[in-house]
């Protein structure tokens, strides 16, 4: 499958996870999210970041060739992360200050938005830097794709009665992890399952660690 220009399927993807994130009941913000070490207010709170990010990022434009795509745009880690460097300290004290989760959702609510208004009218030729990295907002947003499926996934992984995230973004998501992976995974996996083994969410069992082969031995790929 083709990777194709990053705007609509960005915008449903973003759409479909604030949704998720809207439809929570209180109570479920103090339950575990997919990211180690973090509950789903911590990871809602990350989201605000990112969508700050997003909208930095779009306010950024670059005159200079591109150096980079959706899939290098990315950076494999050698480890997963413990969870204490202080962006992540950051992210759970500010998490915590909100006290009222719904101010909190309020806030990606409101700061989500934004971004998702500014990757609509942002033109998908045009380049931006991030990171120290030129790419296309075409590649940037279907980049970010990845980001909001992954997440989405995050968010739900403890509340199983929670609608996932978009077939279609899973889709696009897994391809653009096999060409980050450089190799594809089984045609057995389901999507949800290749990304969710493909980047340690979830350890294979015996049956996918033998269909995955030699592609067994070079995951996790810990994405940063």
Not at 33 to 62: E, F, K, M
Not at 151 to 166: C, K, Q, S, W
Not at 195 to 220: F, I, K, Y
């Amino acid at each position: 499958m083709d990777l194709p220009p990053g705007p609509d399927q960005f915008t449903r993807s973003w759409a479909a996870l604030r949704t998720a994130v809207d439809r929570l009941p209180d109570r479920d913000f103090a339950r575990p999210s997919g990211c180690a070490g973090w509950l789903v207010r911590d990871l809602v709170c990350h989201l605000v970041i990112d969508a700050q990010d997003v909208l930095i990022t779009l306010a950024t434009p670059a005159e200079a060739a591109a150096t980079a795509d959706a899939a290098s745009y990315w950076t494999v880690a050698d480890r997963p992360p413990a969870g204490g460097s202080p962006l992540d300290a950051l992210t759970v004290r500010l998490a915590a200050a909100y006290q009222d989760p719904g101010l909190l959702a309020f806030h990606l609510d409101d700061v989500g938005s934004a971004a998702g208004r500014a990757a609509a009218l942002a033109d998908p030729r045009t380049r931006v830097s991030t990171q120290r990295k030129v790419l296309s907002v075409a590649d940037y947003l279907t980049a970010y794709v990845l980001e909001w499926t992954l997440h989405h996934l995050d968010l739900v992984a403890h509340l199983p009665d929670r609608e996932g995230p978009p077939a279609q973004g899973l889709a696009r998501s897994r391809v653009l992890l096999e060409r980050i992976a450089g190799a594809r995974f089984p045609a057995s996996f389901e999507d949800a399952d290749a990304l969710l083994v493909g980047t340690g969410r979830r350890t294979p069992t015996a049956r996918e660690r033998a269909a995955l082969g030699d592609l067994a031995h070079r995951l996790p790929l810990t994405l940063s």
